[in-house]
């Protein structure tokens, strides 16, 4: 689920401006703002559409159409494949950051048990398992993004799939056509990258995690 847009809720007149967009991905709450994600989905394609406004239970929609720029060459089968194609990057990148925001809240958790076990006598035990908690979170988070601490910083370490995805979603929006033979190819090579993190994150669950709950459980915690 995308983040909600913002409207106003006070008395009055207000214009809300359509982005020409859909529903926005998942976005990776623990990172640095510039790199949390796109806000928006996918550049909607001409067409007709409608805007819902609902207030106490009562509901007023209005229809909008959607020109293409009658600048454009495009046709309605390209605007649709772009779309579609642009859609399924995004998707594939909201459950890469689904995951992060899910790690990061695990180590949320460790960090509030930490607390609780300090000075206790399971204080050495904890600390043994929590290192190799956060080495297994360490180690499924570095197979999904490099995790640039700055816009810089995407020159000096090599891209994983979220950042392929992320280049391949901004690609094929930048021009009025249907995604080319190449950015096809593309796709087709990340898939098994994709598929590869999420395994190692479901791994991670039936394994790892799985196993320092275990241990936390035997002691009580």
């Not at 601490?149 to 891209?159: F, G, K, L």
């Amino acid at each position: 689920v995308g983040e909600a847009p913002w409207v106003p809720v006070n008395a009055g007149m207000h214009r809300i401006y359509l982005d020409l967009r859909a529903d926005g991905p998942v976005r990776w709450r623990g990172t640095k703002d510039f790199n949390k994600g796109p806000m928006s989905g996918a550049l909607v394609p001409p067409g007709t559409y409608a805007a819902a406004l609902t207030v106490n239970g009562h509901t007023e929609s209005q229809k909008i159409q959607v020109l293409a720029d009658p600048r454009s060459h495009a046709t309605p089968a390209d605007f649709q494949a772009e779309y579609a194609f642009a859609s399924a990057q995004l998707d594939q990148m909201s459950q890469l950051d689904a995951v992060l925001n899910r790690l990061d809240a695990m180590r949320a958790q460790a960090n509030a048990l930490a607390e609780v076990v300090k000075g206790g006598p399971n204080a050495a035990a904890f600390a043994s398992a929590r290192a190799k908690l956060d080495a297994a979170m360490d180690s499924v988070v570095a197979g999904i993004t490099s995790n640039p601490q700055a816009i810089e910083s995407t020159v000096r370490y090599p891209d994983m799939i979220r950042e392929h995805l992320q280049l391949l979603q901004g690609g094929v929006e930048g021009s009025d056509q249907a995604p080319t033979a190449a950015q096809v190819e593309q796709q087709h090579v990340l898939e098994p990258e994709y598929q590869g993190a999420l395994a190692r994150f479901n791994a991670f669950l039936a394994g790892g995690l799985a196993g320092f709950n275990k241990n936390m459980a035997e002691r009580g915690l």
